[in-house]
């Protein structure tokens, strides 16, 4: 699976068009990334202290840091560069360029498209 999810872009792009900042947008995925990725670092840097107590607590905690702050950074970034220019709005991907089913485009009236098949024989 992709991430973001395909919803997330459109999502971001329904905040861009309703006047929301690069900033702004930036600021609130790396907020939502960080609410995750800042106890996972510190519950790495804790489990690698409690289980390697032989080990350097200071550089493992610039390396914890240091994984959180790419995790943080990654998705907001990616998000400003996607939704650095306004797009032009393309076709919709949920229609079919050929038409309905069975290729058949009818040019009947409503009226006669929803009376019964024996009212409308000639």
């Given at each position: 699976?992709?991430?973001?999810?395909r919803a997330a872009p459109a999502a971001l792009g329904?905040?861009?068009?309703?006047?929301?900042?690069?900033?702004?947008?930036?600021?609130r995925l790396f907020a939502e990334t960080a609410v995750l990725a800042v106890p996972a670092a510190a519950a790495g840097w804790a489990s690698a202290v409690l289980l390697l107590p032989e080990g350097r607590a200071?550089?493992?905690?610039?390396a914890s840091g240091a994984v959180a702050l790419i995790a943080c950074c990654?998705?907001?970034?990616?998000?400003?560069?996607?939704?650095?220019?306004?797009?032009?709005?393309?076709?919709?991907?949920?229609?079919?360029?050929?038409?309905?089913?069975?290729?058949?485009?009818s040019r009947t009236s409503?009226?006669?498209?929803?009376s019964p098949s024996w009212a409308t024989r000639s």
């Open positions: 699976m992709a991430w973001p999810p329904l905040l861009r068009s309703r006047g929301g900042s690069l900033c702004g947008i930036a600021g200071l550089p493992a905690a610039l990654a998705l907001p970034l990616r998000a400003v560069y996607v939704h650095r220019r306004p797009r032009v709005h393309g076709g919709r991907d949920d229609l079919s360029a050929r038409g309905p089913p069975g290729g058949v485009r409503p009226v006669r498209a929803c």
